[in-house]
């Protein structure tokens, strides 16, 4: 599998949520959680209308078991999450027993394949020029690789992402030679 780059530049991030939301709100959506959850691409394929949707408004909380790890996870619903949320249910108004990320031709019984979704996000990274590569693991590596630049630490984004070590956090997250630079520039002691 080739190593896919979480989206580092934030002005690209922007023009891929841009590009999304006005392609599919559907793809939107699946993005949107992605970068919202650090959820992997298998758990967010598996999330119903129910899930995210009390039938009148977002949820507060999204809940599931990973399927990688078995773990429990709970994760709040953004407010950006929240407008796509709103977007996608205003676009489609699913059933509550529908995935959220249908395929077209399964009538909401069946989610897109694990391949489609990569097409959509490498297609949409493409169109906007963001030269690494994208896949549906970039998702869950931009919401680390933010958490990271916004302060966070390292022991809390470990335990979101469900690693088992610092260390395989550390190098999850793709921290360059101009991250450490900027490190260097900031102490400046």
Do not use: C
Not at 119 to 143: C, N, Q
């Amino acid at each position: 599998m080739n190593m896919v780059s979480p989206i580092r530049d934030i002005k690209q991030l922007e023009l891929l949520k841009m590009y999304l939301r006005e392609k599919s709100k559907r793809d939107n959506l699946m993005f949107m959680v992605g970068i919202s959850s650090a959820l992997r691409i298998s758990d967010i394929l598996k999330l119903k209308v129910k899930d995210i949707w009390d039938g009148k408004m977002p949820k507060d909380f999204i809940y599931l078991h990973e399927e990688k790890t078995g773990k429990y996870k709970r994760f709040p619903i953004t407010e950006n999450l929240e407008k796509a949320i709103i977007d996608y249910m205003k676009e489609y108004n699913p059933k509550q027993e529908s995935y959220l990320f249908f395929s077209r031709n399964g009538n909401g019984n069946k989610p897109i394949s694990r391949q489609q979704a990569a097409y959509i996000l490498s297609s949409a990274a493409d169109f906007v020029g963001i030269k690494e590569p994208i896949s549906t693991h970039s998702m869950r590596k931009t919401w680390g690789y933010w958490a990271y630049k916004r302060g966070h630490s390292l022991a809390l984004i470990m335990e979101a992402l469900n690693h088992s070590s610092i260390g395989m956090t550390k190098k999850y997250l793709g921290i360059t030679q101009e991250d450490l630079d900027g490190v260097y520039r900031d102490m400046n002691l």
